[in-house]
């Protein structure tokens, strides 16, 4: 509860009135105009509604373009501002609730694909109740009559 009224402070002390709370990221990436043109920027952070971007790219306003987010996916956005602290952009559709979290998580890094070149350990197959009975029932009655023919030999 504490940590909201403080991030909130910090929303109405920044003049920011756009009300969402915003993840830092700061995770490079490439974005992909329309026209075909492959920028490399920095996510610098993100909301379900839109993130913000820094790139040495002069990027104009209106400008529409896709954007893969790790974790998240390709999703289509727009530059809606631009001033010292970079661009930002505002997504086509919200993305989907958990997507700012799922972004925050770990690697991106793919692991390698030689998953089925190890084949799975043996399983174990059970004995069936009768045979086990019958184990159990052996190892009960063999020493007592064991016992039994020792005595009568004795």
Known sequence: M???GTAARHLADSG???GALR?????????RLDDGTVIETVLVDLTRDGCRLHTAAAIARGTTF???I???GLTRARVVWHGPEGYGCEFDAPLPAGAVTAAFGGSNIEPFPNAGQFAPPPVARKWSPRARLLLLLAGVAGPWAALALFWFLV
């Not at 993840?23 to 974005?31: M, N």
């Open 2 to 4: 504490m940590l909201m």
């Open 16 to 18: 920011d009135r756009r």
């Open 23 to 31: 993840g830092e990221l700061g995770r490079p990436g490439t974005i």
């Open 66 to 68: 896709s954007i893969g």
């Open 70 to 72: 790790a974790h998240v």
